[in-house]
T-cell receptor, first 113, second 116 residues
């Protein structure tokens, strides 16, 4: 049972364009939704995260949109750059110290000039 | 802040030997650490959850006698792959959660294990 479904699997965006990655979750007990960026051969790095009490969070070129009723959240990368080319993972967890993150399957983003 | 290191970054070993991977939280105390493995072009697969001073909790299908986890202090957890075989070759990544920052997990840079 896949608790967090992520799409698309891969994405090609022109430089300067908007990259959009979507995730849907099933467990209504989830209340923390981070996005991670991973470059080849490196560990994932926390990019931005949101909690269900807000519908949107923006940090620089990165924005999370959250729809609690639809149980969906998305990552928007504005003005995409070649340096943004990486694999992005959405995740979710419950508000508990020992609860691990549940990851989506990842989206491989390629930003082309 | 919130830096996690792993050592070694890569290791090559012969089949049948044991390999120890260290995970350290450098600037915070980690009450909980997690160990993942990741195959090429795939997502992270949780292996076990490790709490300081107690036994690790393993995910279904992960052999606890093969993947020994020790969380000896609030800044160090180790994963020992015992009697490694080629199918254990993978990218092993740890993450740590700070006691004062609920939910947030900070990942190490990973360890590439190749078993010949």
């Amino acid at each position: 049972q896949q608790q967090v479904k992520q799409s698309p699997q891969s994405l090609i965006v022109q430089k300067g364009g908007i990259s959009i990655i979507n995730c849907a979750y099933e467990n209504t007990a989830f209340d923390y939704f981070p996005w991670y960026q991973q470059f080849p051969g490196k560990g994932p790095a926390l990019l931005i995260a949101i909690r269900p009490d807000v519908s949107e969070k923006k940090e620089g070129r990165f924005t999370i949109s959250f729809n609690k009723s639809a149980k969906q959240f998305s990552l928007h990368i504005m003005d995409s750059q070649p340096g943004d080319s990486a694999t992005y993972f959405c995740a979710a967890s419950k508000n508990s110290g020992n609860t691990p993150l549940v990851f989506g399957k990842g989206t491989r983003l390629s930003v082309i000039a | 802040g919130a830096v996690v290191s792993q050592h070694p970054s890569w290791v090559i070993c012969k089949s049948g030997t044991s390999v120890k991977i260290e995970c350290r939280s450098l600037d915070f105390q980690a009450t909980t650490m997690f160990w993942y493995r990741q195959f090429p072009k795939q997502s992270l697969m949780l292996m076990a959850t490790s709490n300081e001073g107690s036994k690790a909790t393993y995910e279904q299908g992960v052999e606890k006698d093969k993947f020994l986890i020790n969380h000896a202090s609030l800044t160090l957890s180790t994963l020992t792959v015992t009697s490694a075989h080629p199918e254990d070759s993978s990218f092993y990544i740890c993450s740590a959660r700070a006691s004062n920052r609920v939910n947030e997990q900070f990942f190490g840079p990973g360890t590439r294990l190749t078993v010949l």
